[in-house]
């Protein structure tokens, strides 16, 4: 007898905890997995939640174990086979049943998954889903892209998993299509800044102030407490204490410094630039991730070059104040990006994308979740048509009361020639924003020298040619 209410396919760690977390909340849930022995260990760990679980190890098994019109959720890897899984699932299903693929998908492809899925009757919700392992089974945040009537259908079971913020669901219908996908993948690209900035940060007190992993622990504690209080900042602070069992050093001073990624920090910087939208933070960040994984080519350089003595250290506290400070500065930028290329994405394919909605419902559950972005929402709430988010009042103000500290960092940083990619194209980002009167009038020129492109006057319209002689 058809009794469940809702599917998963894909039980790998993300997709076992969606499905427990369904479980928990009261929803029976069928699940499957291309290991059939995945499926069994998945049900025998189950425990008391296994009475609204109905582990099937068929395809056919699983469709008929869902009540008609039946929601499933596609939790495997990004990519080919989400393609594979759709076509598998396909022939299977019925007319109104709606597939969801909550990975990490590209929202290009979540568009032609759309598209091709509105012809045989089904349909297709693009769901971003973020909170790592712990937010799948207690709580994520997730953002839902697709048909606005079939988000109504699912809404109730996914508002009941999803994380709260004071008792409201982290979980939203963001708009048609590739909407959830791609608010999904500018949530990771701030991520990615986000992590970036408290890295550089922990660089200059690890390599400048010559802070060993606990000291760097307890300020990244302190900060918690303040404006910068967020899960990123509080997990950093549990990383640098944690000790290696095999040399009883901290764990950080043993890991080798080459970040990987997947993706969805480059696809943020690809649709940025796409679009023409400066997201200067976060591709300072997918450039450092690229340049940590170039160890070798790292380490002959510095063979070659050396490293800079650290000189003119000022008091540590006044770093420490300091770094503080310039990590809120930096923060406002790459968040003022990611909005920017969100807003510039939504006019571009017709979303209509709400900004508050969108930091409401990444205050909990996800990896970026903060004070930060309630600060944010209430921003958005009050100004939802606002250009940039340096413009607001509350911003505007904040980024007065941290942009010396910034100044400071980064200038102490390049004299000492340690790398704050992220943090310096965070303050290049705002003193070309602020200033009325740039230095593009040169490149103006210079095109029109060499090309012939034209430029406009400052005291006339039309466009105009220079009286260049050709001499060069
Ligand atoms: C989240 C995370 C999650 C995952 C990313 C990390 O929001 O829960 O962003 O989606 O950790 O895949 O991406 P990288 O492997 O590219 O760092």
Known sequence: MAEAEIGVIGLGVMGANLALNIADNGYHVAVYNRTTSRTEEFAAAAGDLSERVTACSTLEEFVAAIRPPRPVIIMVKAGEPVDQQIAALKPLLEANDIIIDAGNANFRDTMRRFTELEGPGQTFIGMGVSGGEEGARRGPSIMVGGKEEAWRRVEPVL??????????????????????????????????????????????????????????????????????????????????????????????????DAAGQKGTGRWSVIESQMMGVPATAIEAAVAARSLSAMRAQRAQAQQRFGLLPQQDRRDGQQVIDDLEKALLAGKVAAYAQGFAVMAAASDEFGWNLPMAT??????????????????????????????????????????????????????????????????????????????????????????????????ERIDADGQHHGPWGGSV
């Open 159 to 256: 508002t009941a998993i999803s994380a709260k913020y004071e008792g409201e669901p982290c979980a939203a219908w963001l708009g048609e299509n590739g909407a959830g996908h791609f608010v999904k993948t500018i949530h990771n690209g701030i991520e990615y800044a986000d992590m970036q900035m408290i890295a550089e940060v922990y660089g200059v007190m690890r390599d400048h102030l010559s802070m060993d992993a606990a000291s760097i622990a307890a300020v990244f504690s302190a900060w918690s407490t303040g404006p910068l209080d967020s899960y990123l900042i509080d997990i950093t602070a549990e990383v640098l204490r944690v000790e290696d069992a095999a040399t009883g050093q901290p764990i950080v001073d043993v890991i080798v």
């Open 358 to 455: 969108i930091a409401r419902i990444w205050r909990a559950g996800c990896i970026i979740r903060s004070r930060f972005l309630d600060e944010i929402a209430t921003a958005f709430t009050r100004d939802p048509d606002v250009e940039n988010l340096a413009l607001t009042p509350a911003f505007s103000k904040m980024i007065e009361g941290t942009d010396m500290s910034l100044r400071r960092i980064v200038a102490e940083a390049a004299l000492n020639g340690l790398p704050v990619p992220a943090l310096a194209s965070a303050l290049g980002y705002f003193d070309t924003y602020r200033r009325g009167r740039g230095t593009a009038n040169l490149i103006q020129a210079q095109r029109d020298f060499f090309g012939a492109h034209g430029f």
